[in-house]
């Protein structure tokens, strides 16, 4: 148990002893202490009751204080109202960081009760690279799936990729009558997307193009055989592609269903939507209109138009009897709850997608989904003019060149760092740093919040960076390079008495605690935050406590505290899909 749990269980039987009688579901709820000059761990569970009980909280504080049985974990004090501040001991530290050393799981605990969570992320259009735009639906599905996985989740991930979009019929038009077929050999991504952008040039100049487009992808939703041969191998070599990224990336799905996939299931379940009431006919396209309960302004149905509320429907199926996204979304749910028992799916995907996920969430509720639906959704990357990073050409960056430029200012780093190393070693090292100097900007921000790439700043051995905390990684190896002996550390007579020596273990005790508050909210941001702050302790404790220099019992708890950083630095940063060098 962390010392979170511990506190609050024993607050709980605190209140017992006092004869406190407290309100069902009532939760002795524990927390970090803001300020450590205050303690390690703050309870305002007096507070709370006092006014319930019509009690003074402090008098309160004052009997839960009396009854409580942390002799051996921590000092008490009552502070302010009736707050209740505790102190952990140094005896105490030591016991915990003997327990961690012990722990393959470093302190985190599995959930009681596994879910079956589907994460869709990254979902790239086929026939076009990834640009830019894809690392944040990446990396953040990614590292959540990493992470709900490690706590001991279900996860089920899924790459529902844009398969059957218009842009096909340009791409099958544009296979025709453009293709290179050496270029399609040699980067099948880049000749399809050369193909897309000259068909879609010349749809603007010329009409008849643009009705031989339409007349394409007719026939290919129509099961033309030529269009559908052509629209396989074009999902195929696009497949390739994308995995080279993922691969990079060390990103991996567990099913790549795409819009595709639902084709057959989207007329008849209109139909029965349509026969259920839920969606009727509205000029000439089907639609989902308002259920009529609850307040308009959050009803993602509603607008406001000239200071009246309007009807804002969801398109299921538009006027020409196609489908689209919309009707895809809501079989895929389906599929996801009938076919995989999700009690959660989250969509990480873009803030702008906001009112379509409020509509499809809304559309699932009142279809019978029990499932939690969350959208995860994230601001932009901005470039140092803080405009949306783009291209001189006004395109978004490619992800392939994206990934390149980091590695390769990685690599520039490392020239001024780590010359002594053999090149194959460099390389290797530039591969490691950039790409987790890419991830680790990302997953360092709220995902919320828009953020400056800044390739310079990201790739620095200071600062809030991917290659600080590998750094500190590194330098917790070198420490045991540099033992002329072997030593076998054991929890047998741990010593943690000096303060560096006190807070490293505190902030390696919280690993456990803070993990599975990822979670709360999804954000991997908070995992990121927690490794700098151990990074930070361990570089103090560094300075302030020999290591090499001491001896005995001092010695070898120093050696623990090492290796636990070590520990929790790799597994934190793999849970982030980082890893870490032996060398740098």
């Known amino acids: 148990m962390t010392f979170q749990q511990v506190i609050e269980s024993r607050l709980l039987e605190a209140f017992a002893a006092a004869g406190i009688e407290l309100p069902e579901g009532f939760k002795a709820q524990v927390v970090q202490s803001a300020d450590l000059r205050f303690g390690d761990y703050q309870a305002n569970s007096a507070m709370a009751l006092a006014k319930r009980l019509r009690m003074n909280p402090r008098e309160l504080a004052t009997q ?37 050393l012990g722990d393959e799981r470093l302190g985190v605990e599995k959930v009681e009760n596994p879910e079956n969570i589907v994460v869709d992320f990254s979902a790239p259009n086929v026939a076009k690279p990834m640009h830019v735009g894809h690392i944040r639906s990446t990396i953040i599905g990614d590292s959540l799936s990493r992470i709900s996985r490690f706590l001991g989740h279900n996860v089920i991930t899924d790459n529902h990729i844009g398969d059957w979009g218009t842009q096909f019929g340009m791409v099958i038009y544009g296979w025709k009558n453009l293709l290179d077929e050496a270029a399609l050999k040699a980067d099948p991504l880049q000749e399809l997307l050369r193909l897309y952008r000259g068909v879609n040039a010349l749809c603007k100049e010329d009409e008849a193009v643009k009705d031989q487009c339409r007349e394409e992808l007719v026939k290919l939703q129509s099961g033309d055989q030529e269009n559908y041969a052509i629209w396989e191998k074009c999902v195929e070599v696009s497949k390739l592609g994308l995995d080279k990224i993922y691969d990079r990336l060390e990103v991996t799905f567990d099913h790549w269903l795409g819009e595709s996939y639902y084709n057959d299931a989207l007329a008849p379940l209109v139909e029965t939507m349509e026969k259920e009431g839920m969606a009727r006919e509205s000029d000439g396209a089907l639609c989902v209109f308002s259920s009529g309960e609850g307040d308009p302004g959050n009803d993602p149905f509603k ?231 151990l990074a930070k302790a361990f570089h103090s404790f560094f300075e302030a406590c020999p290591v090499l220099k001491s001896e005995g019992e001092v010695r070898k708890s120093r050696l623990v505290l090492c290796e636990l950083t070590a520990r929790v630095l790799e597994k934190g940063l793999g849970l982030l899909g980082i890893n870490v060098p032996e060398r740098m």
């Open 303 to 533: 607008e406001k138009r000239d200071g009246e509320w309007s009807d804002l429907p969801m398109i299921i199926r538009k006027r020409d009897g196609g489908f689209n996204y919309a009707t895809t979304d809501i079989a895929t749910v389906d599929y996801r709850l009938h076919e995989w028992n999700a009690d959660k799916i989250w969509y990480v995907v873009d803030a702008r997608q906001g009112l379509h996920f409020k509509q499809l969430f809304d559309v699932s509720k009142r279809r019978g989904c029990k499932a939690e639906l969350k959208h995860v959704s994230f601001g932009t990357i901005l470039g140092k003019d803080g405009k949306p990073l783009k291209t001189r050409d006004g395109d978004l960056p490619q992800l392939e060149d994206v990934l390149s430029d980091a590695i390769k200012q990685s690599r520039i780093v490392l020239e001024e760092k780590s010359g002594h190393l053999e090149e194959e070693e460099k390389e290797k090292l530039a591969e490691v740093i950039g790409l987790g100097a890419v991830k680790f900007t990302e997953l360092s921000h709220h995902r919320a919040s828009d953020y400056i790439f800044d390739l310079e700043k990201m790739v620095a051995l200071v600062g809030d960076t991917a290659p600080y905390l590998q750094n500190a990684y590194v330098r917790t190896r070198s420490i045991f390079r540099k033992l002329e002996e072997e030593v076998v550390l054991d929890s047998e007579g741990l010593t943690i008495t000096e303060d560096g020596e006190i807070h490293l273990s505190r902030i390696l005790s919280r690993f456990g605690e803070v993990l599975p508050s990822v979670l709360d909210d999804l954000r991997p941001n908070i995992l990121a935050n927690y490794l700098l702050d």
């Open 64 to 100: 839960v204080v009396e009854a409580l049985q942390v002799e051996d974990l921590a000092t008490t004090e009552i502070a302010g109202p009736g707050f209740i501040n505790f102190r952990i001991k140094p005896e105490a530290w030591a016991g915990k960081v003997a327990e961690l």
